[in-house]
């Protein structure tokens, strides 16, 4: 213990200050941490959350100084009397030059041999795979039906079904109660699990509130590690405060913190997710009415390339002309020929049988009622034609706008003929002989059905 004496010799006369600086250096390196067992008393809290005890014992005292950054992870609140068990480092204030104990962590007495047993199971359950991340089973985004196991007397049922209430009003929640502390505890909650898991649920929370580690010593047993490996459904563990660690913590599929925590991670928001499903509804509509904008752009460049119904009855009328031309041209070159034919047969016959006049007033006469005939066939065709061009013209929309009308396009641009295919709002195309408009419909009035529409 005197390795860390200094090797040279301290001069002659030494100040306060430097004896205690020499006194701490030496009692820190010689006495690394320690557990030192004891009895609190006269503690004191400091505003600053320091914690200030003496730990004593039947023969003895040693005062001792807790920081606030380890009272903070304590599992249980210090009180006078308590036995404990206190990790700490042996040092000197210099300033008083007391001898006192700067402690790491704290204890309640007895728990060192629990605390041995938890290691010792912990690392043999770990060793056997039971806490293999890989095999831990992901939780389900939107539960429907929540077991929770724990005592109906706990304060952490009090605080699940509060949160749970609060984030999440639709779950259906199912309690199985059990003991979560005392003898016989463990099997329980090894039963309470697997009827948790056979019935018809979505995950189970397993949960109690904090407490020393006999408390919660339930949690630490083997039954209870193997009983939640073998569930199929997901299992969230929130035992204790958040300092608190138990094996059920490792077997489970997910530890909270604390059994609120394990709430609010079963149970997602759900103002959260209205909010998330009012975003993602924005997003939709302005997707579509991007594309819907996208659309009618495209519709409108279509439409551009396609000629009216205008210019088409113009072709078409203007091919008729040409056919009637050339059906003329042809008629008349026919019956040119035919005339031509019969003087030539008038003029065969005439060399052959000179005397014959009176054929010949009948070729005459014939050829004048072949003319009649054709006069009469090339009436009736024109007649034809002209009917023909008058129903182009009454089926031209352009010749029925020019008096006064218009054609009306609802906005999927298909045109409207019964005032029941329009609501009010619609935006509509008007088109006119010269030029369109753009309308919306402000209020639309039916017509009544006539006896032959309403049979």
């Known amino acids: ?57 039947a023969g003895a005292q040693v005062r001792c100084t807790l920081w606030r950054n380890k009272a903070q992870l304590l599992g249980f609140r210090p009180e006078n009397g308590q036995k404990v068990e206190a990790r700490a480092l042996a040092t000197l204030y210099e300033a008083r030059g007391d001898y006192q104990l700067n402690v790491e962590t704290l204890r309640q007495a007895g728990q060192g041999r629990l605390f041995e047993r938890f290691l010792e199971l912990k690392a043999r359950l770990e060793t056997e795979g039971l806490f293999r991340s890989d095999q831990k089973r992901a939780l389900p985004a939107f539960p429907r039906r929540i077991a929770i196991v724990t005592s109906p007397q706990a304060a952490a049922l009090r605080d699940v079904l509060t949160t749970l209430a609060r984030r999440a009003p639709h779950l259906a929640i199912t309690l199985y109660p059990t003991p979560v502390q005392g003898e016989g505890a463990a099997p329980q909650i090894a039963a309470a699990l697997n009827a948790a898991q056979h019935a018809d649920h979505d995950l189970i929370i397993l949960c109690r509130g904090g407490g020393s580690i006999e408390d919660l010593w339930a949690f630490n047993e083997e039954i209870v590690a193997r009983a939640l490996r073998a569930s199929h459904l997901p299992v969230i563990s929130g035992v204790g ?23 609010e991670l079963a149970g997602p928001d759900r103002n959260a997710l209205l909010d998330r499903l009012a975003e993602l509804q924005r997003r939709l509509s302005g997707h579509l009415d991007n594309r819907l904008r996208q659309w009618e752009q495209r519709l409108d460049g279509l439409a551009a390339r396609l000629p009216s119904p205008a210019r088409q009855l113009g072709t078409r009328r203007e091919r008729l002309r040409e056919l009637q031309q050339r059906l003329e041209q042809a008629g008349q070159r026919q019956m040119d020929a035919a005339t031509r034919h019969l003087q030539h047969l008038a003029y065969r016959l005439q060399r052959n049988q000179p005397a014959l006049g009176a054929y010949r ?55 409207v003929r019964d005032v029941r295919e329009l609501n009010a709002g619609d935006s509509l195309k008007l088109v006119f002989a010269r030029g369109e408009a753009r309308a919306t419909v402000a209020q639309t009035v039916a017509q009544v059905a006539t006896p032959e529409e309403a049979q």
């Open 1 to 57: 213990m005197l390795d860390n004496v200094p090797k040279n010799p301290p001069p002659a006369i030494l100040s306060v200050s430097e004896l205690n600086q020499i006194v701490r250096t030496l009692l820190e390196g010689s006495l690394p941490l320690t557990w030192i067992r004891g009895e609190i008393s006269n503690l004191s809290r400091a505003a600053s959350g320091h914690l200030y005890f003496t730990l004593k014992d």
């Open 241 to 263: 405060h958040e300092t608190d660690f138990t094996i059920a913590d490792f077997a489970a599929d997910l530890r909270a913190p604390t059994p609120t925590a394990a709430a």
């Open 361 to 415: 007033e009948a070729v005459d006469m014939a050829a004048l009622r072949l003319r009649h005939a054709w006069r009469r066939q090339q009436e009736h065709r024109a007649t034809r034609l002209e009917q023909a061009d008058q129903g182009l013209r009454q089926l031209d929309p352009h010749a029925v706008l020019s008096r006064g009308y218009a054609m009306v396009f609802a906005p999927g641009g298909t045109a």
